[in-house]
């Protein structure tokens, strides 16, 4: 009695769910496409309304502010043409008079005279009266003046009569710069989600809006508001659930075959055997293929590697005229490509476990040669390195796994700083002077408070293509020579401090 259904039907089975999850998922993803785009839509006349209002505010205020400055220079005009009437001002008592009220200066133009009376003098030469009076802005000469027409009691015009009041435009063009309509529009351009916003006149013709952006147009007078909306968030939005639909599908597509090919292997009663086979040649497969990487890994590094050491020992052994920061820096080098052979060494051999190889070594010469290595990358990146070392500061332990340490903790303090900062090193004795610190302190530690718990977990990383083994490689080697590594952060100051505690014997 079989207790399972024949592959056929567990095929035809799943093809019918396919067929369905995909209807309901193209319906639903339909539906949400109509609801961003609502929502878009929405966010777009929200966003136009927020913009039409600051933009009538925006032009009310300049209007406002020219009314005002017309209608005081109307009152000082009217009441400078008052005193004249009474008794004419000279051109000494205009200018003081200007001079005291702050404007730029005043004329006076009399009907049936030749001359004018102005103060200071040619403050504005060769002007006339402007038959309809009122404000106009001079932009050349930066300067606001009001023509008054004086009416006598017969109400009309006299011709030629009128009173000139200039004022500087300066502080108001500056008043009205910081309340411009480009300001405000600049604002808004810059804002999230925004692409442009325009305020420009209504010449009929209306083109196509690009299919990136979402406009709404408001309609100002004679003139329109344009706000555009991007739409690639809601895009992407829509894309990401397709994206979604699709692994869901393939998901259900590969498990209906999956399913029905295991069944007619039951049914054909050598689904047991077959696992085993597989089983068998999987890890045959997956033993030889780590055979052949591991051969390959260290074939094709160590060659190059090889040639690198010996091109650098003969340029150090035939360039004799080298200064002593380039030897230097090649024996850095030498000592980093002998490092790299033994790492990929050890890595043929066993990577889980270390054995120490006991040296005495010098420890502010062997801090200061992983440094080195990255000097030009920190002279780059605007890092300020600092090395305190005391004397004498030597111990035996394994130079290779010892460089490793430091450079993993020296790289991942340049790395954490691409806009420039700093790293203090300092290398001395504990309180019992057996123990050897070396205190690494550097900025642009971003993590937060809980993230940082998880800094010693293996293949937890912040870099985007970091593997999340650098301090656990670290913190294996420390424990290895019978150390200890600790740490501690400044989270306001974005500090990081690393103690290496390593036994001096």
């Not at 404007?103 to 030469?125: C, D, M, N, R, T």
């Not at 999956?258 to 054909?268: A, G, H, K, P, V």
């Not at 010892?402 to 790289?411: A, I, P, S, Y």
Request: charged residues 20%.
């Amino acid at each position: 009695m079989k207790l399972y259904p024949s592959w056929r039907t567990n095929l035809s089975f799943f093809t019918l769910l396919i067929v369905l999850v995909g209807g309901y998922f193209l319906r639903q993803t339909q539906q949400a496409s109509h609801e961003l785009q609502k929502h878009a839509q929405d966010h777009s006349e929200i966003l136009a309304a927020v913009v039409e209002v600051n933009l009538r505010n925006t032009l009310l205020s300049q209007k406002s502010l020219e009314e005002t400055v017309a209608a005081s220079l109307e009152n000082s005009a009217r009441f400078i043409h008052y005193l004249d009437m009474v008794e004419p001002f000279s051109s000494a008592e205009l200018t003081a008079f200007a001079m005291e009220s702050g404007f730029a200066g005043v004329k006076i133009v009399q009907a049936g005279s030749s001359e004018a009376v102005s103060g200071p003098s040619g403050w504005l030469p060769e002007w006339k009266c402007r038959q309809s009076g009122g404000l106009e802005r001079l932009g050349d000469e930066q300067l606001y003046l009001f023509t008054y027409l004086p009416v006598p009691d017969s109400g009309s015009v006299l011709q030629g009569d009128c009173v000139l009041v200039g004022l500087s435009s300066r502080t108001i063009d500056a008043t009205l710069d910081k309340i411009s309509v480009e300001r405000l529009l600049n604002m808004f351009e810059n804002m999230y989600d925004i692409a442009y916003v325009r305020f420009e006149a209504d010449s009929g013709v209306h083109p196509v809006s690009p299919k990136e952006v979402l406009e709404t147009v408001i309609a100002i007078g004679d003139k329109r508001l344009i706000v555009a909306l991007k739409t690639d968030r809601f895009g992407k939005r829509r894309q990401q659930m397709q994206r979604e639909f699709m692994i869901f599908l393939s998901f259900l597509i590969l498990f209906g075959a999956l399913s029905s090919w295991l069944l007619y292997r039951i049914q054909r009663q050598r689904l047991q055997q077959t696992r085993e086979f597989d089983r068998k040649m999987a890890r045959q497969h997956e033993d030889a293929a780590l055979g052949r990487a591991a051969a390959t890994l260290t074939h094709e590094l160590r060659n190059p590697l090889n040639a690198i050491g010996m091109g650098l020992q003969r340029l150090q052994i035939e360039a004799a005229t080298l200064d002593k920061d380039h030897s230097k820096l090649i024996r850095s080098m030498l000592s980093a490509v002998d490092r790299s052979n033994t790492i990929i060494t050890r890595l043929k051999d066993s990577i889980h476990s270390f054995e120490i190889t006991r040296d005495k070594i010098d420890m502010g010469v062997l801090v200061t040669q992983v440094v080195t290595l990255y000097q030009a990358q920190c002279e780059q990146q605007n890092i300020t390195v600092s090395i305190s070392c005391d004397k004498d500061m030597c111990l035996r332990g394994d130079r290779v796994l010892l460089e490793q340490l430091f450079e993993n903790l020296v790289k991942n303090s340049v790395e954490a700083q691409p806009d420039g900062g700093f790293i203090d090193i300092s290398i001395h004795l504990a309180d019992d002077t057996t123990v050897c610190l070396v205190e690494i302190v550097n900025g642009g530690f971003l993590l937060s408070q809980d993230k940082s718990g998880l800094l010693f977990e293996p293949y937890f990383t912040s870099k985007s293509r970091g593997t999340g083994l650098g301090l656990v490689i670290s913190n294996k080697i420390v424990r290895a020579h019978g150390g200890q590594l600790d740490w501690d952060a400044d989270y306001n100051k974005q500090t990081v401090h690393f103690v290496v505690s390593l036994p001096t014997s």
